[in-house]
């Protein structure tokens, strides 16, 4: 129960991130304002310094797991036999579970990159167009990141991925039509309505990327529970110590497990 508790509030602390640095930097920015009383202001400073704390936390908690890890793996002949931490195993979802550093520098580059979408929604709020740029660079880092890195186990994730950062900044490209330096309305309208379809076309591509996923775990998993049937008793004039058991057949090539057939 511990373990399920844990792992939901890490996947909650990282999904989070956003809203609550937004919330954040609005309590810091109203405070340093003079927009609440002394009191209030104290409380407002003590309650965004202790969640700044817990994330901060968090974050420490990432980078010792992942030197934990690192140094688990370099020690180990397969770095499958060591288990990832089951406090908050399900971070580790998509990631390839031998390659720990990237897992933390790519979840480190994630968190940073909220923080400063959030700094720049409250604090470049008169100013559009450094709004913008900020965004499209934070963009761009992060993906060079994670290209660089590869640390994505399957295919769907690497495409989705660089798909949508990629429709990020173009879309954050064509918003600089709402800028003072585009003043024609009609070419403001014209790239509302691409815009529009633009995004249209980016959830048509993500449904079909998420049901092909589905669909295909849906028939491995169909196909695993015919082939392989536990509580099924020895074939005929086969005794139970002789049913074969081909645990130790299990090898690895590169960062993937390969179960022979048959």
């Known amino acids: 129960m511990l ?23 609005i309590s810091l920015s109203a405070s340093s304002r003079g927009a609440f009383s002394s009191t209030d202001r104290l409380t407002n400073l003590i309650v965004s310094w202790i ?37 908050f195993k399900n971070l580790y979802d998509g990631f390839r579970a031998n390659h720990p ?24 709020a008169e100013n559009p167009v450094m709004q913008m740029f900020a965004l499209i660079i934070s963009s761009l880092m992060y993906n060079m990141t994670v290209a660089k890195l ?10 989705l991925h660089y798909f949508n950062e990629s429709s990020f900044c173009t879309f954050m490209i064509l918003s600089l039509a709402y800028t003072p330096f585009v003043t024609d309305l009609a070419v403001r309208k014209s790239v509302a309505w691409g ?12 449904f079909v990327v998420l049901v092909t996923v589905i669909v295909n775990a849906s028939r491995d998993l169909f196909k695993y529970s015919t082939k392989v049937k536990p509580d099924q008793p020895p074939a005929h004039g086969q005794t139970e110590d002789k049913v074969e058991t081909r645990a130790d057949t299990v090898k690895t090539e590169g960062d993937v497990l390969v179960i022979p057939e048959g």
């Not at 968090?58 to 406090?87: C, G, H, Q, Y």
């Not at 790519?106 to 604090?123: D, H, S």
């Not at 590869?150 to 495409?159: A, E, V």
């Open 3 to 25: 373990e399920v508790l844990t792992n939901m509030l890490a996947r909650y602390a990282l999904m989070s991130v956003l809203d609550i640095f937004i919330c954040i930097f």
């Open 51 to 87: 969640l700044v704390g817990l994330f901060s936390l968090f974050v420490l908690m990432i980078i010792v797991s992942t030197i934990w890890r690192k140094v688990e793996v370099a020690k180990a002949s397969n770095a499958f036999d060591v288990p990832v931490n089951r406090w």
């Open 101 to 124: 550093e990237k897992f933390g520098i790519v979840m480190l580059m994630f968190i940073f990159r909220l923080v400063v979408y959030a700094a720049v929604v409250v604090f470049l």
């Open 150 to 159: 590869t640390p994505y186990y399957n295919f769907h994730d690497r495409f």
């Open 195 to 206: 815009q529009i379809n633009f995004l249209h076309a980016v959830f048509f591509v993500n």
